[in-house]
């Protein structure tokens, strides 16, 4: 039976799969990508995310958004996108559920912090990093280091990718040099991510007391669909209020992504994935909707992300990652043996570090450096 019979020409295809790094048999009763997300939620690196976070940190509040949640709502958007564009959804479900599991501890403080520590080792990118957690990191087959996903998911998980790190990753790496586009499963799981984390940062924002309805009322975005709500529920307020709101967002972005990327498929008409990523990016907003998602964005950066509070978190999170670096490659004893490296240059000890580091889990992050610092913890 094809499963995948009902595709659109320009979706991804399981049986035009580029293949595995290692050859396996096809899957009896999955599609290949059905494959690549089921492996994806059996790994380990996934069920850390439920400890990771995005801006706030894991232990202020059992309310706000994880990595795990947030992937899995960038999961639902980007599937009930893609079945209206005829597009994968296997695929689309698996770029959106690996695309954060190279993501440091702490959100983007400790994404930067370690990308400072390794500038002299390479450096540090997490969709770098989420590519090498599942093809060299996870340890989970007899057969093969990681989880030998096909070359589709792979590329949808780097998303970007600076040109020396692309031409040193060969097939995967190969669309930043020739400027060409990956699938249109990979451009959407990406913009799915940006209508999730939009949303979600508004409501986490607002339910940590950081940011509040007033500010935001001055977002024309968010006041037209707050004031829609009103009309819809007169006298409606407080956090119902607030959900009949991003729920009208979320729809909006969603509705325009699904129209605006078949006009533009429907002028480019590509017959074949081949065509999709010869042609421009094809899954985009609305000109009118990016413009009010780039206005949500930086009511967010200068609001939330920048608030003190905010402010506060990160620079303890950039020295718990810094300070761990620095204790690691001065003394790499002090590491599990697993990532003593015994020989060779310090880059490859370095690289050791920056994994370890980047698969700790907020906490664990905050433990291990109270365990490598205070006397009396171990
Ligand atoms: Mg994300």
């Not at 985009?284 to 950066?301: T, W």
């Amino acid at each position: 039976m094809d499963l995948e019979a009902q595709l659109a020409p320009f979706a991804a295809r399981s049986a035009a799969s580029r293949g595995r790094r290692f050859d396996e048999p096809a899957p009896p009763t999955r599609t290949e990508f059905q494959r690549d997300r089921d492996r994806i939620i059996h790994s380990t690196a996934f069920r850390r995310l439920e400890y990771k976070t995005q801006v706030f940190v894991n232990h202020e509040g059992d309310l706000f958004r994880t990595r795990l949640t947030h992937s899995i709502e960038v999961a639902q958007i980007a599937r009930s996108i893609a079945r209206n564009l005829r597009l994968n959804e296997d695929l689309v479900e698996a770029i959106s559920l690996a695309h954060d599991l190279g993501h440091t501890p702490f959100g983007h403080a400790g994404q930067e912090a370690l990308n400072d520590c390794m500038k002299d080792f390479g450096g540090f990118e997490h969709n770098l990093q989420s590519l090498r957690v599942v093809d060299e990191l996870e340890e989970h087959y007899g057969a093969f280091d990681g989880l030998n996903l096909t070359f589709e998911t792979r590329e949808g998980i780097l998303k970007h990718c600076s040109l020396p790190n692309a031409r040193r990753l060969g097939d995967v790496g190969r669309r930043f040099i020739e400027k060409k586009q990956p699938s249109l499963e990979a451009q959407l799981a990406n913009l799915a991510d940006e209508i999730a984390y939009n949303n979600h940062d508004i409501d986490d924002g607002l339910r940590s007391g950081l940011i509040t309805t007033a500010q935001l009322d001055e977002v024309g975005f968010y006041a037209r669909h707050r004031h829609e709500v009103g009309q819809a529920f007169p006298g409606i307020n407080g956090r119902r209020a607030i959900h009949e709101t991003i729920r009208r967002m979320i729809n909006a972005l969603a509705m325009d992504l699904i129209q605006a990327s078949m006009e533009r498929i429907g002028s480019h008409a590509p017959q074949n994935v081949d065509e999709v990523r010869d042609a421009p990016p094809l899954i985009a907003f609305s000109e009118q909707m990016s413009h009010d998602a780039l206005q949500l964005k930086r009511f967010l950066r200068a609001n939330l992300y920048q608030h003190y509070q905010v402010n506060r978190m990160t620079s303890k999170a950039r020295r718990i990652v810094r300070e761990l670096f620095s204790a690691f490659m001065a003394e790499p004893r002090l590491l599990p043996p697993d990532y003593q490296v015994t020989e060779g240059a310090p880059q490859r000890q370095a690289r050791k570090v920056s994994d370890y580091i980047a698969g700790m889990t907020d906490r664990y992050a905050m433990r291990e450096h109270r365990r490598l610092f205070m006397v009396g913890e171990n």
